[in-house]
């Protein structure tokens, strides 16, 4: 059962990483706008766009 | 984060573009209520981010806005025009909205998932046989992500539950609350003595879960609210005064006594005041019911929410937008709560029933196990469990995924509804009660019959050229039509349009820029002809009424207009009964003793002469044209004026109503199973995982199903 003093702290430091994303997304807004999201998808990166970014 | 991988990503367009108009903090915000895909958003954007008073423009789509960054100060009036010029309705949001605030929410709904899942992977272990010192390992590890985690997560509950506690009431997050403690003091308590069952996946299940609810009513809560003041924007809030010679546009609001404001023909009149022209006509119908035009001369009173026919005049305000006609009768609206409030919604019934049942159930268990064992711990330990499983973990995701799909299929066919129960009493209506002017039927311009043909070609040719409502009235009328072929066409804002047809100068428009005539002319060469106005059946009006009908509801009409008109236009509909010719109060007595026979009756009205009784109907909903005191009052709002969006809207509540009560009997059916396993102490924190899971998702999959197709 040794393992378990590796296999343990692994999974915890994964689910750990996810929640950082998690809370990084949401402190960039990507919430505020779902469907808008989905839609921007199918929009050309025009010249516009890179300028803002 | 590697988030340079995706492609998608690299550019990180939509986040850095979303930042810059933050920073620059948005300075105004546009309702734009048709936009609904991609297209939309690229017009909007590059019209908007194209003009040079703008600095960033970004749409967001959720929540069918534009948030602006310009100078403060500037006047959005020629942006909704810009719009408008490429076929989107826009109008101004009165006051940006504050930033989201179910944030919290949200970062606790991620928290609680990370620890849920965490924790259950471990349990998995623990179930699948780990024994002794391993199991009491894992044990441990659960603990400390999960105490943390349950205790911040379920702060919400904590919060609402102490305060029913504190003034002696029993609401849904009691036991709740209860539940996730017990479940957690306990697992403690057997892990600390190497005990076999620990509760940490059962108490974060629970958690996320009624968090997952919990959010869902917190945005259609907001949602409501932004409806409501969506709808504020549209009432046109800013108006042409007069300042010397000049005209300014300033907001209605910082409007005062004694200002003259300057009033296009077609407009709405702002504020009450004192004609100052000589002559004008207007539709007082949002008023008083009535279809026909009213002519008055100078110095008679215009009130507010009246319709000027004629125009341009000026007027000369005689009180300040807060003491307007208009503001007086919204606030009284707001005051007159009627169903709304009297109504408890279904979710606070069945809180009423279970709260106290659980815990009977649960200390009545404690009870039994003690006397019939004399094992007090063993006794606290199966109520616990009874108290965790029949936790209304599904009860708590009945309502809100249910009111959330419905809600958001009827926002997407342009029906805002405003009240949050709304849906639940729609589901009941089994009377329909239609205003009629405004709301049935509506006032066209009609040239008179003799008409020759090539002048109604000029008239098409004229009216088509202009976005004036009066203009755009003639048009039905004359759809068979070819328009004539003109040029030099040229609009005189408010007062009417020009134009050449081959040698001959026409012109459409008041009476008194042309010259000659009364009320709305067309002027060919030298000769006059006048446009009268008649009142006609909306085009869907009829057909709504039909399926209505055939849904089983029984149709009203109700109208402050005379008995000749209302019968002529109840015969074209075919509705069941007419009442004419009566007013504001005699409407409101009308629906109360149509409800004191028992019948939940749904209330159609526009005007303001329909608030009183907008109020008084077990439902309401007003067409997006209604003022802004009708639509105040009214539970749902139809944008667009969709007549057809009414039976839709029913059969969508209906569905909804379906829904909600299978999702009740799932919950309910689930703990049939469980309770008694509980109460006879074979339950286990695996039985609980699994009992929670699987009706959550029944319940949010079922959810799923609402939809308007009967």
């Known amino acids: ?53 | 984060m590697t988030m340079a991988s995706c492609p998608g990503c690299i550019a990180a367009g939509p986040v850095a573009e979303a930042a810059a108009v933050r920073d620059g903090l948005p300075t105004h915000e546009l309702i734009l209520p048709t936009i609904h895909c991609s297209a939309c958003i690229r017009a909007v954007e590059t019209l908007l981010n194209a003009r040079t008073d703008i600095a960033a423009a970004r749409v967001n789509l959720s929540r069918k806005r534009v948030s602006i960054s310009a100078s403060a100060d500037a006047d959005p009036a020629p942006w909704v025009t810009a719009l408008a010029g490429i076929g989107f309705e826009a109008h101004e949001a009165r006051g940006i909205q504050k930033h989201t605030k179910d944030d919290g929410l949200i970062l606790r709904l991620g928290i609680a998932g990370f620890a849920m899942m965490n924790v259950m992977l471990l349990s998995v272990a623990v179930w699948s046989g780990a024994a002794d010192s391993t199991r009491d390992f894992l044990h441990w590890i659960a603990a400390t992500i999960a105490l943390p985690a349950a205790l911040f997560c379920a702060q919400p509950f904590f919060i609402t539950a102490w305060s029913a506690l504190r003034v002696g009431r029993l609401n849904m997050d009691v036991p709740i609350s209860l539940a996730i403690l017990l479940a957690c003091g306990l697992s403690l308590y057997e892990t600390s003595v190497g005990g076999e069952h620990a509760y940490f996946d059962a108490a974060l299940s629970l958690t996320f879960f009624l968090l997952g609810g919990r959010v869902l009513e917190t945005r259609m809560r907001r949602a409501a609210r932004s409806a409501a003041a969506d709808l504020a924007a549209l009432e046109p809030n800013r108006v042409t005064k007069l300042d010397g010679e000049a005209r300014v546009s300033c907001p209605v609001d910082d409007v005062k006594v004694g200002d003259t404001l300057w009033l296009a023909a077609g407009s709405r009149v702002p504020v009450d005041g004192v004609l100052l022209a000589a002559r004008a006509q207007v539709d007082r119908s949002a008023l008083s019911g009535e279809s026909d035009a009213i002519d008055i001369v100078k110095g008679d009173i215009l009130t507010a929410g009246e319709v000027m026919l004629s125009g341009p005049v000026t007027l000369r305000t005689n009180v300040d937008a807060s003491g307007s006609t208009l503001r007086r009768l919204i606030q009284l609206a707001s005051v007159a709560e009627g169903a709304r409030s009297r109504y408890t919604s279904l979710a606070s019934r069945a809180a009423a029933i279970y709260a106290p049942l659980v815990h009977a159930l649960s200390f009545a268990a404690f009870l039994g196990w003690t006397y019939a064992t004399g094992d007090a711990y063993n006794a606290l330990k199966i109520a616990i469990a009874t108290l965790i499983i029949t936790c209304p973990c599904a009860l708590g995701l009945a309502v809100p995924a249910v009111a959330t799909v419905a809600t958001g299929r009827l926002f997407r066919a342009g029906v805002l509804v405003k009240s949050e129960t709304a849906l639940e009493r729609l589901a009941e209506i089994d009377t329909v009660v239609f205003d009629k002017t405004g709301t049935l039927s509506d006032s066209a311009l009609v040239p008179e019959t003799d008409l020759p043909a090539d002048a109604c070609a000029v008239l098409k040719a004229l009216a088509e050229a202009s976005n004036h409502p009066l203009s755009r009235s003639v048009l039905p009328g004359l759809a068979d039509l070819t328009a004539a072929e003109m040029s030099d066409i040229n609009e005189h804002r408010g007062q009417g349009i020009k134009g050449m047809w081959g040698e001959i100068p026409v012109a459409l428009g008041d009476a008194g820029w042309i010259g000659q005539g009364g009320g709305t002319v067309l002027q060919i060469g030298a000769q006059a002809h006048a446009l009268a106005r008649r009142e006609r059946a909306l085009p869907e009006a009829a057909e709504t009424v039909r399926t209505l009908r055939n849904m089983g509801l029984v149709v009203h009409m109700l109208t402050g207009d005379s008995q000749g008109n209302a019968d002529r236009m109840a015969a074209t509909l075919n509705v069941d009964h007419v009442h004419a010719s009566v007013s504001p109060e005699r409407k409101q007595a009308l629906i109360h003793d149509l409800q004191a026979e028992g019948r939940k009756v749904l209330m159609v009205g526009d005007g303001l002469n329909d608030t009183l009784a907008l109020t008084q109907a077990w439902a309401s909903i007003a067409p997006g044209t209604a003022l802004e005191a009708s639509q105040n009052a009214a539970d749902v709002v139809l944008l667009g004026q969709h007549l057809a969006g009414i039976p839709k809207v029913l059969h969508i509540a209906r569905s909804a109503q379906r829904r909600i009560i299978e999702n009740f009997s799932l919950s309910a059916l689930y703990n049939l199973i469980f309770i008694p396993l509980a109460l006879a102490g074979f339950a286990t924190p695996l039985m609980a995982a699994l009992a929670m899971s699987t009706s959550s998702i029944t319940v949010t999959l079922n959810a799923l199903r609402t939809r308007a197709v009967p």
């Open chain 1, 1 to 53: 059962m040794n393992i378990l003093v590796i296999l343990v702290p692994c999974s915890l430091i994964l689910g750990l990483g996810a929640l950082f994303a998690f809370v990084w997304t949401l402190r960039h807004d990507q919430y505020d706008d779902p469907a808008g999201d989905a839609a921007r998808i199918l929009l050309e990166d025009d010249e516009e766009t890179r300028h803002l970014s």
